[in-house]
């Protein structure tokens, strides 16, 4: 967008401040569907986003590889059958141009388009004790008095973009997967270097090795990774899955994950050889059953997680062959399905490509960029025409704590979570009336699900919520503290029985220098959670102060 587009867009700073009853963060799959219901309820809503079109996640990261690791059936909105069968998939796990384009046919089938204001980031949000009401700001000067902010920002749209001194001299091309241009980057011939092998790392190495001239990747932290099998999509496929409609509508939900598999195998009722069965039949799928639906013990038993990790560790070593890649490229200090499973397409072969190099970085950091590339502690300078990070997000609370959130008595969102980070149920926080989240911490929806099964949710509940307070002539709601502490010690006995609890990876903010560590995902289920939370609206929603 030019300059003159933006000053043409841009409010008079005198102009009337607007009024809403709600104001939306975001328009990505959580923020289409929370303008929809709100919408439905005859409120004057409106979202916002920094992008130019609607997508979240998926309009932002459109680098090399990006797609689906859920099976695209299931990552859907599930509220109208004709909007589910309105779109048909070409493959099981698409790429996220064709994602981009279901979200935005999600966008035109429900004319969300006149209620979203695009290219605007919000800067600030304070909440007015004498109005009960929130005063929001843009970075376009526009002001915004609203009843309800309802943040839909999304788990992983905080990129950790500034990570290494001397970023700004490098005189090549720099990318950040989560911000990655709509232009081709073209790879060809050129010396590239990626920092980061997490699930978007392997995305993006699988996609870029044989384009590239000579591809160099800094490798800290292994990952266990499934092998992906994506079968194309014709008409019979879609037809099969779409007759499936009520059977996932009423299952996913209540699934442990929010996918369409759950666990229904226990370690200690099979054989040694039934066991092998189950690990080799989910590993097959090609999916993340292994992981989400072979044994659940593995999140529990230290002795279970070492023979699934080595299960995996077996099928990997099988691909890799090579000793040196082996010892850099399979996990050791930690156990499958403690981090985040990443599904790969030819990831680990691309490391026997003569054109690819494994730098390990783990004992001998990156300690700079430099004009000419990257320079790791033992001096070396590794000389590159384009730097692609994979750095990862701070996830769950970054998208809210880089807008200035202040609450009851000045207090702010940002120091809060600097000290403890606390939700009631990851949908309101104690001392933020009226403030409704979405995908951040102490929820399933943090990490731990198929997204759009947790963000549906959410949305539901948060809908039902205010439809209550209208309904009840109530015009604020906060949870006490009583309820919040309550929920954070249920949140932390859970997940503190969990082996999630005793790794470092961004599941806890390891990731982010400085961030308090707690596991950031509700660990008790999908299911569970969807339960819990309709007990609280049931209960005319006791713990909450409403007036």
Known sequence: MTEAMLEAKRPNRASPVRKLDALIIGAGVAGLYQLHQLRELGMNVRAYDTASNVGGTWYWNRYPGARFDSEAYIYQYLFSEELYKGWSWSEKFPSQSEIERWLNYVADRLNLR???????????????????????????????????LVTCGGMLSAPLTNVFSGQDTFKGKLFHTGRWPKEPVDFASKRVGVVGIGATGIQVIQTIADQAGHLTVFVRTPQYAVAMKNPKYGQQEVDAYKARFDELKNTIPNTFTGFEYDFVHKWAD????????????????GSLKLWLASFGEMFFDEKVNEEISEFVRDKMRARLKDPKLIDMLIPKDYGFGTHRVPLKSNYLEAYLRPNVEA??????????????????????????????????????????????????????????WSRDIRTTMGLQVHGY?????????????AALCNMTTCLQQQTEWITDCIRYMRDHDLTVCEPTKEIEDRWVEHHDETANATLISKTASWYLG????????????????VGTYRQKCAEVAASGYQGFDMR
């Not at 304070?126 to 008095?145: C, M, Q, S």
């Not at 730097?387 to 609450?407: E, N, P, S």
């Not at 009226?434 to 929806?445: D, E, K, R």
Request: proline fraction near 6%; charged fraction near 30%.
């Open 433 to 445: 009336p009226n403030l409704f989240t979405t995908a951040t911490p102490l929820a399933p929806s």
């Open 270 to 285: 099979l054989t040694p050889e039934k066991r092998r069965e189950v690990l080799e039949e989910t590993w097959q799928d």
């Open 510 to 525: 390891s990731n982010v220098e400085g961030k308090p560590r707690r596991v950031l995902s509700y660990t008790g289920g």
């Open 114 to 148: 006149p209620d979203i204001q695009f290219d605007t980031t919000i800067t600030d949000a304070k909440f007015d004790e004498t109005t009960n009401r929130w005063t929001v700001k843009t970075d376009t000067g526009e002001t915004i008095d609203t009843q309800f």
């Open 359 to 416: 730098v390990n970085v783990r004992d001998n950091p990156i300690v700079r960029v430099t004009p000419k590339g990257i320079q790791t502690a033992d001096e070396k300078l590794y000389e590159l025409d384009i730097i692609v990070l994979a750095t990862g997000f701070d996830a769950g609370t970054g998208a809210l704590t880089r807008i200035d959130i202040r609450g009851r008595g000045g207090r702010s969102l940002k120091e809060d």
